[in-house]
C-alpha cells in the first residue's frame, strides 16, 4: 500500500490526534531499536467496504507513526483484525484466528494485538476476549475508530505494567489490555492520515450508521444512527483525491440514500452527487449501499443525467414475498420493488442492477421463495449475493418462531441460486460483441500478460496489457463473454 498524503486537519479533534501520533512515533523507534530493525504492521480487514476504508485509516495512522506494512502477519510486530458481525461465522472466523495469534505472540512476546470493528460494539465479545483471550493488547469500536492514535499510545503506556502483582498493576493504571468502548457518538472525524491500497480509486464515507432496523441485521446496534458528513467535506476530501490522481470514487454508507436527513441543512444524496459531479479529474461515481425504500425520483433523474456516475446499482432485495418483507421491516412490497427498478431502467436501460437474497428467514415457505424467483426473472438481475439465513443473536429475528431447519433451506436456496445463475449468464451475454470503457486495476491473477479492468456495469474483462496500464481508463471490445467476466483486446 501506498501512502498518499493528506492535508493538515482543520478538526480539533484531528489536530489532537496528530499530537498522539507524535507520541507514538517515540514508542515505535524505541522498540524498532531495541529489535535492531524496522518495525512492521499488517492490518487484516473483515466485511464490508465500510471496513475497508477503516483499514486504510489504521494503516495510515500506522505508517505515520513509523511503521512498515505488510500482508503477511507471520512478519507482522504489530496486527489489527478489523472485525464483522453481520453473521456469526465471522464472529467464529475471528476467534479461530486469535488462538493463531496466541501462538505467534509466545514466539514473539513483542506482538502487540488489537481488536476493532464491529463485533467488538457486543458486551458478549468483549466478557469472552477478557476470559480467554487476555493476550490481546487493544481493542476498541466502530464510534472512535478515529481516536486509534490516542489509544495506540496508552497500550504502550500500559504494557509496562504487565508481570506487575494485581495490585501494584492497580496502581499503575489496570490491566495491560486496553478496552475503549463507546455505545454511540454524533462525532465524525474524518481528516486523519489514510494509506491507500489504490492510486486510481478510493472508497469516501458520506455517512454512518443505520436506522431502519431491519428486524435480522445487528448493523444499527454496532454502527449507531445515521450521521451525515457535512457536503462541503465530502467534496473537499474528494477534491484532494482528484488533486493526488483518483479517478473513481465509491461514496459509502449503510444507506446512502437517506444521506443528508439530520444535517441542519438537509441536503440530499442526489444533490451531493450533483456537487461531486463537477469536480474535474474524477471520471467516475460509484455509490453504495441504496435501500429501495428511499431511492427518490430525484436520484434516478440525476443518475440519467450524469455523464459520471457507473451503470451499476446495487438494490438490496432480500425477498420478493410481502409477507417475509413485512417481517423483515423492509418496508417496501414487491410490487413496490419491481416498480423502482422499471423506472431506473427505463431511465437508464444500460443499468446494471445487482441486488442481495436471504433464504430461509424465519417462517419462510417454498411459496414463498417462489416469490422472490418471481422477482428475479422480473427484474432481471445483473447478479444477486444470495445468502443462507443466518440466526444472529441480538436481532429481532433470531427470536422469531419457525426457524427454517438447514435441510429445508438448502433445496429452496439451490432452486433460487440456479435462477439467479441463468438471470445473469443471459445479461451478461447481452454485451458480448460491444465496446466498453474498463478501469485497469491489476495484473490477472492467473496469466501475467494479461490485465483486469473493471467496466462501468461493475464487470470484469481481462485484456493483454501490462502494470503500465494500471489506473487508466481504456476502451476494450468484450469479444467472449464467461458467464461473469469477459475476455477482449484494447481498441
Not at 423483515?328 to 443499468?351: C, F, G, S
Not at 424467483?373 to 439465513?389: G, L
Not at 438447514?406 to 432452486?415: G, I, Q, S, T
Request: glycine letters at 6%; a neutral charge.
Amino acid at each position: 500500500m501506498d501512502m498518499r498524503k493528506t492535508d493538515l486537519p482543520c478538526d480539533d479533534e484531528a489536530k489532537l490526534q496528530y499530537d498522539y501520533i507524535e507520541k507514538a512515533k517515540k514508542y515505535v523507534k524505541t522498540e524498532s531499536e531495541r529489535l535492531g530493525r524496522p518495525l512492521f504492521a499488517s492490518v487484516i480487514t473483515f466485511g464490508c467496504q465500510m471496513n475497508a476504508r477503516d483499514s486504510e485509516k489504521l494503516a495510515g495512522i500506522l505508517e505515520q507513526t513509523g511503521y512498515r506494512l505488510t500482508d503477511s502477519e507471520e512478519d507482522a510486530d504489530f496486527v489489527i483484525y478489523n472485525t464483522c458481525t453481520v453473521r456469526d461465522n465471522a464472529n467464529q472466523r475471528v476467534f479461530g484466528r486469535l488462538g493463531y495469534l496466541n501462538s505467534m505472540k509466545k514466539k514473539k512476546p513483542h506482538l502487540k494485538i488489537a481488536l476493532c470493528g464491529c463485533m467488538m460494539q457486543e458486551d458478549a465479545v468483549i466478557e469472552k476476549i477478557k476470559k480467554s483471550y487476555r493476550f490481546v493488547d487493544l481493542i476498541f469500536g466502530t464510534h472512535n475508530l478515529y481516536k486509534f492514535a490516542q489509544l495506540f499510545v496508552t497500550m504502550f503506556e500500559n504494557a509496562s505494567v504487565e508481570g506487575l502483582s494485581k495490585e501494584d498493576r492497580k496502581k499503575a493504571g489496570g490491566s495491560p489490555m486496553v478496552i475503549d468502548i463507546w455505545q454511540e457518538t454524533d462525532r465524525i472525524v474524518e481528516d486523519l492520515p489514510v494509506s491507500r491500497k489504490y492510486s486510481y480509486k478510493s472508497g469516501i464515507n458520506i455517512m454512518f450508521g443505520c436506522n431502519n432496523f431491519c428486524s435480522y441485521c445487528i448493523v444499527p446496534y454496532v454502527r449507531g444512527r445515521e450521521r451525515s458528513r457535512e457536503p462541503r467535506e465530502i467534496l473537499r476530501e474528494i477534491e484532494r483525491l482528484a488533486a493526488d490522481g483518483v479517478v473513481e470514487i465509491m461514496l459509502l454508507g449503510q444507506n446512502v440514500n437517506s444521506y443528508g436527513k439530520n444535517l441542519s441543512v438537509p441536503f440530499t444524496f442526489a444533490q451531493l452527487l450533483r456537487e461531486v459531479e463537477r469536480i474535474d479529474g474524477i471520471r467516475r461515481i460509484r455509490f453504495m449501499t441504496s435501500h429501495p425504500k428511499d431511492l427518490s425520483d430525484e436520484l434516478i433523474q440525476v443518475m440519467k443525467e450524469s455523464s459520471k456516475i457507473c451503470h451499476h446499482l446495487h438494490l438490496p432485495l432480500q425477498s420478493g414475498s410481502d409477507r417475509i418483507l413485512h417481517k423483515m421491516n423492509r418496508r417496501y412490497t414487491k410490487e413496490q420493488y419491481l416498480t423502482l427498478v422499471r423506472k431506473i431502467r427505463e431511465a437508464v436501460p444500460d443499468i446494471a442492477i445487482t441486488t442481495d437474497i436471504i433464504v430461509g428467514f424465519p417462517g419462510e415457505t417454498m411459496e414463498d421463495v417462489d416469490e422472490t424467483i418471481d422477482v428475479v426473472k422480473q427484474a432481471a438481475f445483473d447478479n444477486a449475493f444470495t445468502f443462507i439465513y443466518s440466526k444472529r443473536t441480538g436481532t429481532p429475528a433470531a427470536a422469531m418462531e419457525n426457524q427454517v431447519p438447514e435441510e429445508v433451506v438448502r433445496p429452496a436456496f439451490d432452486k433460487l441460486l440456479k435462477v439467479v445463475q441463468d438471470t445473469a449468464k443471459e445479461r451478461a451475454l447481452l454485451l458480448q460483441g460491444k465496446v466498453m470503457e474498463a478501469l485497469v486495476e491489476e495484473i490477472n491473477e492467473q496469466d501475467a500478460s494479461l490485465v483486469t479492468g473493471r467496466l462501468s456495469n461493475n464487470m470484469l474483462v481481462h485484456f493483454p496489457g501490462d502494470a503500465s496500464d494500471i489506473g487508466k481508463l481504456m476502451m476494450v471490445s468484450l469479444d467472449e463473454c464467461h458467464g461473469f467476466y469477459y475476455t477482449g483486446q484494447r481498441k
